[in-house]
């Protein structure tokens, strides 16, 4: 017998292929992480080659990443494009104020309208993996993909990220405890330019420590100063082998390598914001 709350549980899910069928069509912005992964997969259960995951492809993007994201697609099935852009053409996006992620997300939004334009897909029809759990966090991109009329079908059907994860791992799919991932760009500190050389210096300093067996890990570059972001379990790990990351980190370019006590927590540049307003 199902209990009242799994009842509750898979009624949000059935809400969600639902809403997902009543549009024919539909288009998702496609990043490879559990989020959009997930909703690719159900679009495509219910839509087959009418769901189309888009990957937008900038420098912000780690090529694991993407790689990550397009071997993924073709292991699912999905009906699936990658379009590449720059955003280190836009000078406020460079500029890396506080509303970063807004501008960004202003830009990705108008790619994907693009595309759907181009395939026959209704302009309220682009959808993103956005869910409840997302609110919780300074999130200026939510602002921009609103206003541009981005659909947020986990939002609308109340699903947060542990759900997610949960009707991930129970339909059995590979991804469903994927540490979570961000742009490059939010490990640069609001106000440092963002170049395609710290984007560079990151991205090589993440790979060389997953490399080691971190797994959830942030490099965040302040200027030529790395700190390090770890979950607890690792931090003795990483000062077992300190003198081996140093010198890596280093030799890619930083100066100072640090790791941070508070450990890895999502958003930790935000801080500064809330500090600032104390």
Known sequence: MIKCDEKMVLSKWDELRESIAKKGKLLIAFSGGVDSSLLAKIAHDVLGECALAVILDTETMPRSEL???????????????????????????????????????????????DVALARGISVDCIADGLNLSDYEDYRPGIKACNEEGIWHPFVEAKITKDDIRAQARRMGLPFWNKPSSACLSSRIPYGERITKDNLGMVEEAEDFLRGLGFCQLRVRAHGKAARIELVGRDMQKAIMVRDEIAGKLKEIGFKYVTLDLEGFRSGSMNEVLWTSKE
């Open 67 to 113: 790689e990550y994201a397009l071997d993924l697609a073709k292991t699912l099935g999905l009906n699936c494009i990658t379009v590449k852009y720059t955003m280190l053409c836009d000078a406020q996006f460079v500029e890396n104020p506080a509303t970063r992620c807004y501008i960004c997300k202003k830009e990705s939004a108008r790619k994907l309208k």
